[in-house]
């Protein structure tokens, strides 16, 4: 039983270790979001759809910054100056890509507004 608890605290300690070691993949965002004075309903879903795993991917990485910034911040390898001038640098990322994702739910919900606005006539 001890045996098996070691082995899958060692892959999780792996598992970590690789995700510090990996750069944080910026997600792209939506191509287009459609114009709801014209959208067909299967074009409002699947943006809705698209919005949505951009939210997740954002989330995603925002998670990975964080674990690249407490991974920097355990080195003890690297000195005080550069551990906050990393810590300022993934703050301005993770701010950057929450106002992103943000923006992007608000055009999407704009359209979707004058979508069901057309379609409720």
Sequence with gaps: MKKAILSIVSVFAALAAMAAQATCIYPRPPENIPDGATATYEQMVAAQRAVKQFDADITAYTACLTMELEALRADPEVD?????????????????A?????????RFNEQLRVYKERTKK
């Design 80 to 96: 005080e100056a550069r551990k906050a001038e990393f810590e300022v640098m993934q703050a301005k990322k993770n701010n950057a």
């Design 98 to 106: 929450v106002d992103e994702a943000q923006s992007v739910a608000d």
